[in-house]
Structures are given as structure tokens and as C-alpha cells.
T-cell receptor, first 115, second 113 residues
Framework: DTAVSQTPKYLVTQMGNDKSIKCEQN?????MYWYKQDSKKFLKIMFS???????INETVPNRFSPKSPDKAHLNLHINSLELGDSAVYFC??????????????FGNGTRLTVT | GENVEQHPSTLSVQEGDSAVIKCTYS??????FPWYKQELGKGPQLIID?????GEKKDQRIAVTLNKTAKHFSLHITETQPEDSAVYFC????????????FGTGTQLKVEL
């Protein structure tokens, strides 16, 4: 009955490699997000999609490319991984994306370690 | 853009005592203020939220207050228990942000027996 699930939980890889993280939500929400949490636990939004359409794209290197095949899935592909990409990546979803404010439901994160 | 400051960064209390975490925000157009609890190895979980048209909200041992004039909001946990130990984040959403939340830097709460 997991609401927001992401895989893998841990990802260890070498510099220069390409990797993907998958996310799925079964809450029927329209909007999905990727957040990055650094070693100091600071949470920062990377992207958000509403019904498969990109609506928020923060200042993220274009090595990061989100893909939303349908509104229940939002995957994150990272090319040419760098040491600084090491972090915990959280997927989240919310009912909508409007200005009214909608609670986020987070997955349990993917800890990415680049060596 | 929006800036959210959170204090303290660490907080240690005795079981049964109250804990207070404070946040200030920069954008006066902010209209939504959630609080999240993050346990080790898990994602942040919403524990309470408040909107700009409300000054206070309570849910059992947890309460949040909002002072729009001063642009600050606080989380109050009463009768703390060991299971309250976690990292707590405040966040703010400003109008026009498309549900883009800006998070505070987190408070590590430790409830000691």
C-alpha cells in the first residue's frame, strides 16, 4: 500500500556513468516532483510535472533529465555523473500544482553515491 | 526568491517537556506553511500545515502558529515522547510559485528519557 515508491533505495556508481531513478505514486495525484537533499539535509526542489507536463525546472545541470510517461510515474535520468551529485534524491507527489498550496507526499529516497 | 530561516538547528528536551521550533520567511505573498518530520532513512512526512488566513492550528500534541505581520511561524510539540525524535522541517510556498515549497534548514530534535 506504498503511496510513493522509488527505486533503487541505494545507488553506488562511478564518475562518468549514467544512471536512472524510478518513481511511482498510487495516490491518484496530478503532480510529481524531484527533490535533492544534500549532506547537510537541505531540501531543494529540482523539477515538478503536472499531468506529464514540466512546470518547475530549477537551476539544475542539463545532465539531469526527468521523464514522465504518465501522471503516476516520474523518472530521473542522470548523465555523466559527478562527485557533487552524491545526495539523497526524493520523489514526491501532490494533488495539484496550484498556488493554493498542496501537501507533498514523499517517497523514502534514493541515496546516490558517486565514487 | 523565497528564503526560509529555521531555528534552532538542534534541540534537546526531556521527555514530557515542550519543544518549539521557529521559522521566518521573506516573501510576504507566501500563503501556505507546512511542517514535515523526517525520521532516519525515510522521506519527510507532513505533520501539520497552516494557511495564511489562519493564525493557529492544533492537532493533538502538535500546534502551529503564524504571525503574518512578522512573517514567522512556529511549531509547538507538547508532552514530548522519544518517538518525536527526528529532523523537523518548516516550509513556505509563495504565491505564483506553482506549489514550489522552500524548505528551512531543519531542526534535529532529540527527546531524552
Amino acid at each position: 500500500d506504498t503511496a510513493v515508491s522509488q527505486t533503487p533505495k541505494y545507488l553506488v556508481t562511478q564518475m562518468g556513468n549514467d544512471k536512472s531513478i524510478k518513481c511511482e505514486q498510487n495516490l491518484g495525484h496530478d503532480t510529481m516532483y524531484w527533490y535533492k537533499q544534500d549532506s547537510k539535509k537541505f531540501l531543494k526542489i529540482m523539477f515538478s510535472y503536472n499531468n506529464k507536463e514540466l512546470i518547475i525546472n530549477e537551476t539544475v545541470p542539463n545532465r539531469f533529465s526527468p521523464k514522465s510517461p504518465d501522471k503516476a510515474h516520474l523518472n530521473l535520468h542522470i548523465n555523466s555523473l559527478e562527485l557533487g551529485d552524491s545526495a539523497v534524491y526524493f520523489c514526491a507527489s501532490s494533488q495539484d500544482s496550484g498556488d493554493r498550496g498542496s501537501p507533498l507526499h514523499f517517497g523514502n529516497g534514493t541515496r546516490l553515491t558517486v565514487t | 526568491g523565497e528564503n526560509v530561516e529555521q531555528h534552532p538547528s538542534t534541540l534537546s528536551v526531556q521527555e514530557g517537556d515542550s519543544a518549539v521550533i521557529k521559522c521566518t520567511y521573506s516573501d510576504s505573498a507566501s500563503n501556505y506553511f507546512p511542517w514535515y518530520k523526517q525520521e532516519l532513512g525515510k522521506g519527510p512526512q507532513l505533520i501539520i500545515d497552516i494557511r495564511s488566513n489562519v493564525g493557529e492550528k492544533k492537532d493533538q500534541r502538535i500546534a502551529v502558529t503564524l504571525n503574518k505581520t512578522a512573517k514567522h511561524f512556529s511549531l509547538h510539540i507538547t508532552e514530548t515522547q522519544p518517538e518525536d525524535s527526528a529532523v523537523y522541517f518548516c516550509a513556505a510556498q509563495f504565491t505564483g510559485g506553482g506549489n514550489k515549497l522552500t524548505f528551512g534548514t531543519g531542526t534535529q530534535l532529540k527527546v531524552e528519557l
